[in-house]
């Protein structure tokens, strides 16, 4: 007797291979875009070379939306700015030798500032790794080596099958805390070769979490209760890990003044009753952190912008949550936690008591206050007022990017982000030319917002082809042009320190023209028509330039 249960059709053998083959002229090159995918990525950065050929020819046949900027190096300050807006890795795209090595500052900034970039580059054929030196176009000794001790960490797929897994481990290794950019590589033969390897579905890179140790915290939170003078420094880790709202949480509950770095702008709101702001680089407020019986460190390593030069020297207990392990009482003695800086400060929420300090607010308005008359002994009206005007005419949620340039500077220390994530410089790095080509990305993180992006002439200079860009994507970027002649602040540094400047002068064009000849529109503003014309460029669609002739100078220095 048969059941309809023996009736059931088993596939063939045939008919099981037929449903496994992959689509005809699959490559290595649709593995790392079908690993991409499977991994969240939609969008991806970068600029096509011959070695890479392969990997663009799928990116090329895929859903993945391509940004190409005009140098690598700008293509990877657009990425990390894509990084540091979402959260997510994302993908730049790099082809073998030149290519790859034009990436560099752009990693070493990524690096500085912990944005998750995951950098896939080209290389020679298989045959020519490991410095078997057969003349490739493009052939280095060991390419991987120049970028090992920049990124967080470096992978190489020698054949199709690897390619999943080391692209799912890279993208791992970018988005586990500390944040940073890896690098990959897949030779150029291995991009091109045709696979039969099934598609690519169901990768899984789940970042891991690093939560602190119980007793560390246990003991952390018992010094800051029974603490006289509590202070907190809020470091980039504080913003990377989205951690403002339990800050602000812990900062109450301890009634603990707070300062934020240079990369931790936005991290605590800047008109609250214990806000220090972020006049690191001030006497006045070195002085008060020296005061603090226990200060709290979370997410900086206390460098030497945050440190006043590492003028710095706490007399206090110091407690520090970093998630770069290298940091860790890096520069000073401290209760080390290795921990990101989100779920430290959760655990200390669970265990901290409330303690009352009906004073701290007032011990904060005084040291502000000092500062502000500090300032105000000095010819520094422009440049604050300039801070004014852009601050005014640029929305709370807007995200600005800023280059190395006097402007910045002031920036640092005066400018009001409003909102965590909205204030990114290139402070970690210090390299020129990263505020208009990281707007860019910022513009396609956030569609619809506007982005703005702060040069000098001199740093200008080095993304003044992303104009092209601007246009091509049409995207939505007001690039404030701060025109002085030459390099300001290297300018002041060598006229303070040897009586006169060397190789600081510079001939530039006319920057309205220049924009206009890329169809985007430009206008040439003075100090007191900055807010409305800039306000009125924020409000138009599309790209346009503001160029702003000045000569800034600094605020007088108080760590010689």
């Not at 939306?65 to 293509?75: H, I, Q």
């Not at 896939?120 to 078997?132: D, F, M, N, R, Y």
């Not at 000849?517 to 924020?538: C, I, N, Q």
């Amino acid at each position: 007797m048969t059941h309809d249960h023996d009736l059931v059709l088993r596939p063939t053998e045939a008919q099981t291979a037929a449903a496994l083959a992959p689509p005809p002229g699959r490559t290595g090159g649709d593995l790392v875009v079908e690993t991409l995918r499977s991994l969240g990525a939609t969008t991806v950065f970068g600029l096509p070379g011959q070695h890479a050929l392969g990997l663009f020819d799928a990116v090329g046949r895929s859903d993945l939306r391509l940004v190409g900027l005009r140098t690598e190096n700008n293509a990877g300050f657009a990425a990390d700015a894509y990084g540091r807006i979402t959260g997510e890795a994302v993908p730049l795209l790099l082809s073998t030798g030149p290519g790859a090595l034009m990436a560099l500052p752009a990693l070493a900034e990524a690096a500085a500032a912990s944005a998750p970039v995951l950098a896939i580059s080209s290389q020679v054929p298989v045959a020519g790794l490991g410095g078997g030196r057969r003349g490739h176009l493009h052939e280095l000794r060991d390419q991987s080596a120049s970028f090992r001790d920049v990124v967080k960490s470096v992978h190489t797929a020698r054949t199709p099958s690897q390619i999943p897994s080391v692209v799912a481990e890279a993208w791992e290794s970018a988005l586990t805390a500390p944040h940073g950019p890896v690098w990959v590589e897949v030779p150029e033969d291995v991009l091109r070769a045709e696979t039969f390897i099934p598609q690519v579905t169901g990768m899984d890179a789940t970042p891991h979490e690093l939560a602190p140790r119980p007793e560390l915290t246990a003991l952390a939170a018992h010094w800051l209760s029974s603490a006289e003078r509590p202070v907190i420094i809020a470091g980039g880790g504080v913003v990377r890990s989205d951690a403002a709202g339990k800050l602000r949480q812990l900062a109450e509950r301890l009634g603990a003044p707070v300062v934020t770095t240079f990369g931790g702008k936005g991290a605590f709101p800047w008109t609250h009753p214990l806000s220090l702001q972020s006049w690191l680089e001030d006497r006045h407020m070195t002085d008060f952190l020296e005061d603090a019986d226990v200060l709290l460190v979370v997410g900086s390593g206390l460098g030497e912008l945050s440190s006043n030069y590492h003028t710095f020297l706490p007399t206090g207990r110091v407690v520090q949550i970093e998630a770069d392990l290298g940091k860790l009482e890096s520069n000073h003695p401290a209760l080390g936690i290795h921990a990101d800086a989100r779920l430290a400060l959760q655990a200390l929420l669970e265990t901290v008591s409330e303690r009352e300090d009906p004073a701290a607010p007032e011990r904060v308005r005084l040291v502000l206050d000092d500062i502000e008359a500090r300032l105000d002994g000095q010819d520094v009206s422009l440049e604050r007022s300039l801070l004014t005007s852009i601050r005014s005419a640029l929305p709370p949620r807007s995200p600005s990017f800023w280059d190395m340039t006097i402007l910045s500077y002031w920036a640092w220390s005066a400018f009001d982000a409003k909102h965590p994530n909205t204030m990114h410089s290139a402070q970690g790095a210090g390299g020129l030319g990263y505020a208009f080509p990281a707007a860019l990305g910022a513009c396609v993180a956030e569609p619809g917002t506007p982005v703005l992006a702060v040069s000098g002439d001199g740093g200008a200079m080095y993304s003044i082809a992303e104009l092209a860009t601007a246009r091509q994507h049409d995207l939505d970027v007001t690039w404030l042009i701060v025109d002085d002649g030459g390099y300001g602040i290297l300018r002041e540094y060598m006229t303070q320190s040897f009586g006169s400047a060397t190789a600081t002068e510079l001939t530039r064009p006319d920057f309205a023209a220049l924009a206009a000849s890329f169809d985007v529109p430009a206008t040439t503003t003075t100090p007191e028509s900055l807010a409305a014309d800039l306000k009125k460029a924020l409000a138009t669609p599309g790209p346009s330039v503001v160029v702003l002739p000045a000569l800034l100078k600094m605020f007088a220095p108080t760590h010689l």
